[in-house]
């Protein structure tokens, strides 16, 4: 019993030799008001988190609707009634452009689409965007009257071309005799090929999408998404094409919405926009950029054959 006295004393002289603090209520109030304050700050990150996910899903559907060039549902532009809706459209979303869309230059256009031959004829117009490859036009053109007279017999139809079976029954030597290069000749009988194996179906263009007819036809040795793009444009005359890969397009563009380089040393500002910018750029003008794509050749006073 004598000794919990002991450690009794042991334990008071050291409380009574340890220095005063007075208590004080407010620190447990400081201490539970930091505390709340704590959570709240967390639940405001927890909001600014949560936010800041909606935020970025909102960011990342609209990137994925503009950065995509897949155009819109297909129908004649040249028909009066969506032409007309075409230059409302530019009036109302792209009043500088809208206000270049003149009597004279939708009139223009219409007689750009107008010259294409009047009956589809893909592997006319195909060959012949072939044969017309990085040569000057009035070069291109008697190559092309060359190749038809290798098939032509007493025939004033002036829209007659040969058929893919007709072409493929040439020799190669006797194709080349056009004026063609060894590659253009390759490049002509693959068309012809595929459009034999129907690998190739225009008589299903009217029910495929732009991609579908784009797979198709960069399918051939030779044939591009440029080219492609032509063909849909002006031989289809799909309303929404917009030509990525050409150049006049490009510099187009980048003049029209006061794109400039990024430094002193980038002199040309159409080699600093990037395909998704251009995409960005011409989604005001969906579902016509066909157009679109058209007045920036017409302002460069480029010809497109």
Same mark, same amino acid.
């Given at each position: 019993?004598s000794i ?6 042991r334990?008071s002289? $050291?409380?009574l030799n340890?220095?005063v +603090?007075?208590?004080?209520?407010k620190?447990?109030? @400081? ?5 709340k304050k704590? %959570?709240? +700050? *967390? *639940?405001e990150?927890?909001?600014?988190i ?6 970025k899903?909102?960011? &990342?559907k609209? &990137?994925t609707? +503009?950065?995509?060039? !897949?155009?819109?549902?297909t129908?004649? %532009?040249?028909?009066e ?6 230059v ?8 500088r452009l809208?206000?270049y ?5 939708i ?10 031959e009047?009956?589809?004829?893909p592997f006319? @117009?195909?060959?012949?965007a072939?044969m017309y490859? !990085?040569i000057?036009?009035?070069a291109?053109?008697?190559i092309y @009257?060359?190749f038809?007279?290798?098939?032509? !017999?007493?025939?004033?139809d002036?829209d007659?071309?040969p058929?893919p079976?007709?072409v493929?029954?040439?020799?190669f030597?006797e194709?080349?005799s056009?004026?063609?290069s060894?590659r ?11 459009? !034999?194996d129907?690998t %190739? ?5 009217d029910?495929m999408t732009?991609?579908?007819? @784009?797979?198709q036809?960069?399918?051939v040795k030779? %044939?591009g ?8 444009m ?5 309303p929404d094409?917009?030509p990525l890969?050409d150049?006049v397009?490009?510099k187009? +563009?980048a003049s ?5 380089p990024i430094?002193s040393t980038?002199?040309?500002a ?6 998704? $910018?251009?995409l960005e750029?011409?989604d005001?003008?969906?579902?016509y ?5 058209w007045l920036m050749?017409k302002?460069?006073?480029? *010809?497109?054959?």
């Open positions: 019993m919990k006295p002991a450690v009794a004393l334990k002289s $050291r409380l340890k220095p +603090i007075e208590y004080k209520e620190k447990i109030f @400081s201490l539970r008001k930091i505390n704590s %959570i709240r +700050i *967390k *639940k990150e927890s909001i600014k949560k936010n800041e996910d909606k935020k899903v909102i960011v &990342t609209k &990137t609707e +503009i950065t995509s060039n !897949q155009p819109s549902p129908f004649d %532009i040249s028909e009634v969506h032409l007309k809706k075409a409302e459209h530019f009036k109302k979303h792209d009043a809208g206000a869309l003149t009597e004279e230059t009139k223009a256009f219409k007689n750009k689409l107008s010259k294409q009047n009956i589809l004829n006319r @117009s195909l060959a012949r072939i490859q !990085q000057h036009g009035k291109a053109s008697s @009257s060359r038809i007279n290798l098939f032509k !017999q007493d025939n004033d002036e007659w071309f058929e079976k007709d493929l029954k040439k020799s030597d194709l080349k056009a004026g063609l060894t253009k000749v390759e490049y002509i009988r693959n068309l012809a090929e595929k459009l !034999q129907k %190739i179906t225009p008589e299903k263009f029910t732009d991609q579908e007819i @784009s797979k036809l960069c399918s030779g %044939i998404q440029w080219t492609v793009d032509m063909f849909l002006l031989d289809l005359r799909h094409v917009l890969g150049l397009v490009r187009g +563009i029209h919405f006061g794109i400039t430094s980038q002199k040309k159409h080699l600093t926009l990037t395909e998704k $910018r251009m750029l011409t005001i003008w969906r579902p950029r066909s157009l679109g794509a050749w302002a460069a006073n480029t *010809k497109i054959v």
